[in-house]
């Protein structure tokens, strides 16, 4: 048994009263550091990991990218952008002391030498901060530049640890844009890192309500004996955004909203919903049920894909108030284009908890409010009791919410307090901000910590990747279709989605809860 693997089995998904495995301390190389990924979120989430203590001081960050720039220019720029995108303010003594582990080199990602130049310079770290001969690879470069970084890493040997030290690497989203590609990234993958050494990054799986559904379910006697198909009506998980594609026309171009949330974030809440209890929370374990829940899903022919299945397409409108234009108006977008803003979808898990529970999914943007949320509804009880007061009796909801309000609340029947029966919903609400007193970490805090430990349990493996894809990919031949294809809808900026994705839940009796 490798090393990481060992780690993995012995780090369970940490829960309240469970221990949490010790970050140790590596020379981190950020590959893309110039980008908005490293100044939104790698940086800002370190540095306030650092500030909580949490971080490992002998911890040193290096800044892999194309743009020539010194130590000292990079530290300045990061300083301004961690003081804008930090969820707490930025304290001058710690960031001064936090800055001294920030270095750049710069070089071509497909130039050999440079990955020779930094195995060299991490040497020098290893001895002068003490990282141990640990490697952590993180990359947050363009999708079409992890092949050559994986190649020049080995071929520098930075993919193999020396005895006693690890190395492992982190590959953001897109993880290739169909199942043929996403496939030969692995093979690429595997070519340079075993999978034990590879983490494939969710961000959504980092949140904390997200962690907290496993929590919910199985640490509560009272949710499990009812999460099935006897009590359950159906599930609705949404995610909103009122952003339009910003300056990311090109590659949403290529991307689309089905590849870019549905395939990875959307179906990753899915599983943490519909999963069976694990035999342990090892990595592995909780794994193993994630990926059975894809390989569930009932496949669309091609020919289902149009009645279940709704692509729209942002046109102009108005978002809070202020005009914006449509998504063929966007910048470096296609005046003519087909690409998806907004998807609906109506899902089916094929097994005995889920059996016949639709599953409504929904994913947009300009839409008129930003939010991630997964709403239960239960069946509702029997009107026997109150059919002749004419009481319309509400179904029980309960609604987990993602982002950015974090936090559960259970809708429930009530009496109106007087001398008639008058019944109405009530709502129980948890708030974490609230009921613990501190703000949740951000995702990249928390998976950047486990990739430090060696816990893999909340990023995705090679197999639930691909199930993914072998999922969606005929979706999106259908809609490729000359002849036939389902039809591209279309709704103003500011509103819900085309009426099509309301008719989709109409036609079964139900509709969008209101966010």
Not at 128 to 153: C, D, H, M, S, V
Not at 212 to 219: H, K, P, Q, T, Y
Not at 380 to 408: H, K, W, Y
Request: hydrophobic share 40%; charged share 25%; net charge neutral.
């Amino acid at each position: 048994m490798s090393k990481d693997a060992a780690i993995s089995q012995s780090n369970p998904l940490r829960i309240g009263l469970s221990t949490r495995a010790v970050p140790q301390p590596c020379a981190l190389v950020i590959f893309g550091a110039t980008g908005d990924l490293a100044h939104r979120k790698l940086i800002p989430a370190l540095y306030n990991l650092a500030a909580a203590g949490e971080l490992p001081p002998a911890v040193t960050v290096t800044g892999f990218a194309r743009r020539p720039k010194k130590d000292d220019g990079f530290r300045d720029e990061l300083a301004e952008t961690t003081k804008q995108f930090s969820r707490q303010p930025v304290r001058d003594e710690i960031w001064k002391t936090f800055a001294q582990s920030l270095f750049y080199h710069q070089s071509e990602f497909d130039d050999q030498e440079g990955y020779q130049s930094v195995a060299k310079w991490l040497e020098q770290v290893d001895k002068e901060r003490g990282t141990r001969g640990n490697r952590l690879f993180y990359f947050a470069a363009a999708p079409e530049q992890f092949e050559p970084i994986l190649k020049n890493l080995k071929e520098a040997g930075l993919n193999k640890p020396k005895e006693g030290s690890w190395a492992r690497v982190i590959i953001e989203k897109p993880f290739g844009r169909d199942l043929a590609s996403a496939r030969e990234l692995n093979r690429v993958v595997r070519d340079a890192f075993s999978e034990d050494q590879t983490y494939r990054i969710d961000h959504f799986l980092g949140k904390e309500t997200a962690q907290n559904i496993l929590v919910l379910r199985f640490a509560n006697a009272i949710f499990e004996p009812i999460w099935n198909a006897r009590y359950i009506d159906h599930v609705q998980i949404t995610a909103a955004e009122t952003l339009g594609v910003e300056a990311r026309g090109g590659y949403y171009e290529t991307a689309g909203a089905l590849r870019d949330m549905v395939q990875n974030h959307m179906l990753q809440l899915l599983c943490l919903v519909a999963m069976e209890p694990p035999t342990d929370l090892g990595a592995d374990s909780i794994r193993d049920e994630k990926v059975k829940v894809v390989r569930s899903l009932r496949r669309y022919a091609p020919q289902q894909v149009g009645k279940y299945v709704v692509r729209g397409q942002y046109t102009a409108g108005a978002v809070g108030g202020k005009p914006v234009v449509g998504y063929r108006e966007e910048e470096k977008v296609n005046p003519n284009s087909e690409t998806e803003t907004y998807v609906a979808l109506r899902l089916l898990v094929d097994n005995w908890r889920w059996s016949d529970v639709p599953i409504y999914v929904r994913v947009g943007k300009r839409l008129p409010k930003s939010a991630t949320e997964i709403s239960v509804h239960f069946k509702r009880a029997p009107m026997v009791l109150f059919n002749r007061d004419s009481t319309s009796l509400d179904q029980n909801v309960l609604v987990i919410r993602i982002q950015p309000d974090e936090g559960i609340s259970l809708r429930m029947m009530a009496k109106i307090p007087g001398t008639s029966l008058r019944i109405e919903p009530v709502k129980m609400d948890f708030h974490y901000g609230t009921s613990f007193g501190k703000a949740s970490p951000e995702a990249y805090e928390r998976l950047l910590l486990d990739a430090m430990s060696g816990d893999p349990t909340l990023f995705a493996r090679r197999d639930e990747v691909e199930e993914a894809w072998a999922f969606v990919d005929p979706i999106e031949h259908a809609w490729s279709q000359k002849e036939n294809a389902p039809p591209l809808c279309f709704y103003p900026a500011g509103s819900w989605g085309p009426e099509e994705a309301d008719e989709l839940l109409a036609c079964d009796g139900r509709t969008w809860r209101r966010l």
